[in-house]
């Protein structure tokens, strides 16, 4: 049975997505910690990090390297923090959040966004990609 992950890569659940190539997607997630936390998840169903072939986990992180860099550009936090965790969903997926305090890394923060926060965060982090040359733009 696919992940929710692999429903919203497909196409049957929503999502905002921020950046799409071959092997990895990145979108916004519904419950975010701050404005602009994102996903990064591999399109294949990996359930937990430890077990990526080491070139998809090094894509991973490249891909997160150019989210985060685009997060810090539209929400100019002190850092952008990361995360892996998986506990929620079993498909791999790395938090990218705008934070300013170590706190801001307390997942007990988590909110319900509207789909305008959404929307315009998601913008804004696209915005910030389409400005540095990325052409794995999504939407």
Same mark, same amino acid.
């Given at each position: 049975?696919?992940?929710?992950?692999?429903?919203?890569?497909?196409?049957?659940?929503?999502?905002?997505?921020?950046?799409?190539?071959?092997?990895?997607?990145?979108?916004?997630?519904?419950? !975010?910690? %701050?404005? /602009?936390?994102? #996903? &990064?998840?591999?399109?294949?169903?990996?359930? *937990?990090?430890?077990?990526? +072939?080491?070139?998809?986990?090094?894509?991973?992180?490249?891909?997160?390297?150019?989210?985060?860099?685009?997060?810090?550009?539209?929400?100019? !936090?002190? %850092?952008? /923090?990361?995360? #892996? &965790?998986?506990?929620?969903?079993?498909?791999? *997926?790395?938090?990218?959040? +705008?934070?300013?305090?170590?706190?801001?890394?307390?997942?007990?923060?988590?909110?319900?966004?509207?789909?305008?926060?959404?929307?315009?965060?998601?913008? %804004?982090?696209?915005?910030? #990609?389409?400005?540095?040359?990325?052409?794995?733009?999504?939407?």
């Amino acid at each position: 049975m696919p992940t929710l992950f692999s429903r919203i890569i497909n196409g049957e659940l929503p999502g905002r997505f921020v950046w799409k190539d071959d092997r990895a997607v990145a979108f916004l997630t519904i419950k !975010p910690v %701050k404005d /602009g936390h994102t #996903l &990064v998840v591999p399109r294949e169903e990996i359930e *937990h990090w430890i077990d990526l +072939p080491q070139d998809l986990a090094a894509h991973l992180m490249q891909v997160s390297q150019e989210v985060g860099r685009a997060i810090q550009s539209a929400f100019n !936090p002190a %850092k952008v /923090g990361v995360a #892996l &965790v998986g506990l929620e969903v079993p498909h791999v *997926h790395i938090h990218l959040m +705008p934070i300013w305090s170590v706190t801001d890394l307390d997942f007990a923060k988590q909110h319900d966004a509207s789909p305008a926060e959404l929307d315009q965060a998601a913008e %804004k982090i696209r915005a910030a #990609l389409r400005a540095a040359g990325k052409t794995q733009v999504a939407g």
